[in-house]
């Protein structure tokens, strides 16, 4: 899935686009606020779920808790996303869980250009949102496994922490991250794409404007 516009940041020569790793535990808000992230700034937008191998879908369905051996593949396909999109020229966003250190190293080794988020949500916040949660493959029943598997990140790996709760809105903390210290590459991207916006607004009033006049005239000299 996508979130293209056509505002979207073009790549600085010589240097690769940024890619937005957005983590935490399931229920965290990963995919509602990567996908507004995505959209706000204009940039390519990868669900982590949509990177599983079918087997691993299966077996979270069941209430059985994938391994090691069953995330490597699913990360090794979202670092490839990754690559295709620098590839491109394009910044990105993509989501994943990537709670242990060893799955964040596997996602950031040689990538320079990724940036990782941690949506910072706690354990009765989490609890809330699975047993709420419609439609969706993950049961709460695994709530367990992920709080048990999760490292969060360390200062080492410089991420980006936003705590999350039910108290404010996913568009919050989409802007809240858009102008975060440490991505000022991101909170000028989005300054260029509103900037973008609101130059093709001028233009199109400037446009109506200039078609209502010629008609305007058009009458006059009826």
Same mark, same amino acid.
């Given at each position: ?50 990177? &599983? ?79 709420? #949660? ?33 108290? %404010? ?9 858009? &102008? ?11 300054? #260029? ?9 001028? %233009? ?8 209502? %006049? ?9």
């Amino acid at each position: 899935m996508n979130a293209a516009s056509p505002a979207a940041s073009p790549a600085v020569p010589g240097a690769k686009p940024p890619i937005l790793l957005v983590t935490g535990v399931s229920g965290s808000g990963k995919t509602t606020i990567g996908s507004l992230l995505a959209g706000r700034l204009g940039w390519e937008y990868a669900e982590a779920d949509a990177f &599983h191998p079918a087997a691993n879908i299966a077996k979270m369905s069941a209430g059985h808790p994938l391994t090691d051996e069953d995330r490597w593949p699913w990360l090794d396909n979202i670092g490839r996303w990754i690559d295709e999109t620098t590839a491109h020229g394009r910044p990105g966003v993509v989501t994943s869980s990537a709670l242990k250190r060893a799955y964040r190293d596997r996602l950031l080794a040689g990538r320079p250009q990724v940036r990782l988020i941690y949506l910072d949500a706690d354990r009765e916040t989490v609890a809330r949102r699975l047993t709420a #949660r419609n439609g969706h493959f993950f049961p709460p029943e695994l709530l367990d496994s992920q709080f048990g598997d999760l490292e969060p990140p360390a200062d080492d790996e410089h991420p980006v922490r936003v705590k999350v709760d039910d108290h %404010d809105s996913p568009l919050t903390v989409a802007e809240r991250l858009i &102008h975060a210290e440490k991505l000022e590459a991101v909170e000028a991207a989005h300054d #260029r794409t509103e900037a973008a916006h609101n130059e093709a607004a001028q %233009d199109k009033a400037a446009h109506d404007k200039a078609a209502h %006049d010629a008609a305007h005239d058009k009458e006059a000299g009826a």
